[in-house]
């Protein structure tokens, strides 16, 4: 089992000093997502802290920021944010390849058109974008982005919350539960899933299914997890608690040969009881 941190875990957003903060307090590999500031010569900055800290690196979806802001989507039918959107994660796989990092995950699409400051949100209802046509732009896509590194790439799971699915009455999210992954497998051969738990859970109480049963449709599929807690309503990114239903069904896997983020934005304790709790897990 190895055990990263994900850097959203503390509100610092200068890259140098969130890295320095988790070195501080003893975590040496950490995955870097959304929320670090963008800085000129961001990849040639990343190799030379991780080697100056002896930090072991990931990179994640929209990491390295890029310097003007978007909402990454491989299904948009938009073209500018479709080829904003490739061209970021074809760079990020690209380094993460050059830089021998383990992986490199990206969240699957969305089927309606989404803007920076509604992400975790409700997003009002508007129009959705063609399903088949964007089901098509994301499988020609990742197809695509798996000749360039076919080892590192993984695709997260979406999360659709309650409130986003009364909204539209329907799901417009891609890969929120199993059946959806399996339905992309088959588009896709060399798919490698990052199963985010938290954002399992979500959706399936928001789609009517079970989320023990669930998880143990895809755990095998992966060896890439992401981990946090909430109240089954939003990914709101709690710290795990003995007895509870996400730490109940962990308990009942083989994590030995996963690799795990931690994405506990709820404070460093709660980091720290999360980190000693799956730590004891095997």
Known sequence: MRIYISSACIPERDLAKNLHHFKSLGYNYIELTGGINFEHK???????????????IQLHNYSPPPERSFVLNLASLNEETFNRSFNHVKSSIEFTKKARFRKYAVHAGFYIPI?????????KKRELYNKGECKDKF???????????????YIENNVVSGANFQEYGENPFMLTCAEEYFELKERIPRLKLLLDLAHLKVSCNSLGLSFKDEVFKLINETDY???????GLADTNQGLVEGSEMYDILRTLDLSAKTITLEVYSGIDDLERTYQLISKLK
């Open 42 to 56: 961001i990849f040639e900055q990343i190799e030379y802290l991780e080697k100056s800290f002896s930090t072991n």
């Open 115 to 123: 803007q920076s400051n509604e992400l975790g949100k409700l997003i």
């Open 139 to 153: 499988v020609n896509a990742i197809n695509e982005l798996y000749k360039i590194e076919s080892e590192a790439l």
């Open 225 to 231: 997890i992401h981990i946090s807690d909430n109240d």
